[in-house]
């Protein structure tokens, strides 16, 4: 059953990474890419009950959190061209 | 124990389903705002279930706790990133797809006038 969601999970990472090629913006590459991530968490967590040591559900964790950094820090640098970018700088 | 095994079963079947039907999803919707949707099928029902059935595996352990965090962690952060995506791609100037686009797009690839047919459907 553990080997079904793995294959399900697999087939749908080829369909997103597709999206990823294809995608016509920057955004649906950046929204691609985040499915791809977690996706990845998913198998991460799948891989670790297939294999019969839960532990992995740790390294999902810290890639979830790692994913969103990553996501809102592209997404920063398309929308303003900078990570260190300043309103009060850009009033001025 | 029967019983837990096979609703672990159904569930884990469900959220797969909705995995694979959320990533035709955004293979197949027509512009970024659709896809946007399509993904969020992915990280709510899709893991979701999926996690829950995994769940009634692990019983009543650590694991169970680590799985709802992961949960937990979809939960915030995936509104947190459409939200920001969504004002990102309206900025940079990314029209949404509207139903006269749409029509306007089938008939330019149907010559045959079937664009009718879809009327009154949303994208």
Known sequence: MFAAAMLAVIAALVLVVVRVIKGPTVFDRVLAGNSVGTLAIILVAVLGFLNGRPEFLDVALTYGVLNLIGTLAILKFFRHGDLAYDEQEDEA | ?123
């Open chain 2, 1 to 123: 124990m029967i019983f837990l095994d096979v609703a672990s079963w159904v569930l884990i079947l469900v959220g797969s389903g909705f995995i694979i039907a959320g990533a035709v999803g955004v293979l197949r919707l027509p512009d970024v705002y659709t896809r946007m949707h399509a993904a969020s099928v992915i990280e709510t029902v899709g893991a979701g279930a999926l996690f829950a059935g995994l769940m009634l595996q692990a019983g009543l352990t650590q694991v169970t706790l680590k799985l709802l965090f992961i949960l937990l962690l979809f939960f915030f952060t995936g509104p947190v990133i459409t939200h920001a995506l969504a004002q990102a791609a309206l900025h940079a100037g990314v029209k949404p797809e509207l139903e006269d686009d749409r029509r306007d797009r089938l008939s330019a690839s149907k010559t045959d006038g079937n664009a009718g047919s879809d009327e009154g459907r949303l994208p």
